[in-house]
């Protein structure tokens, strides 16, 4: 089974051969069993996602947005501020025949 990237909206721009970045939380949460994150990860995308019920609510906390913020914003700008734009590997389906690799 093909991971949640296939499912995404940014996949569609992978496919046309557009760079695209897929950063996921992760699944350690303080004051929480281990696992924890890991059942409440399954319990949304069988109960939530993509359904009526995927929502806000008030329990939501922020902390683990905001670093995954931080981190997308400085992978965006060691790619701006690099010298040469990003090239696909030379065995990624999503690489296109005109598509210089590294």
Do not use: C
């Amino acid at each position: 089974m093909r991971g949640s990237f296939y499912r995404s909206d940014h996949f569609p721009f992978a496919r046309a051969g557009v760079p695209a970045l897929s950063i996921e939380p992760g699944k350690s949460f303080i004051g929480r069993p281990a696992g924890w994150g890991k059942e409440q990860e399954e319990l949304y995308n069988a109960e939530r996602y993509h359904r009526p019920s995927d929502e806000y609510r008030p329990e939501f906390r922020y902390q683990g947005t905001v670093q995954e913020v931080l981190v997308t914003m400085r992978v965006a700008l060691a790619v701006a501020n690099a010298p040469d734009l990003p090239r696909w590997l030379p065995n990624s389906e999503f690489r296109r025949p005109s598509q210089p690799t590294p």
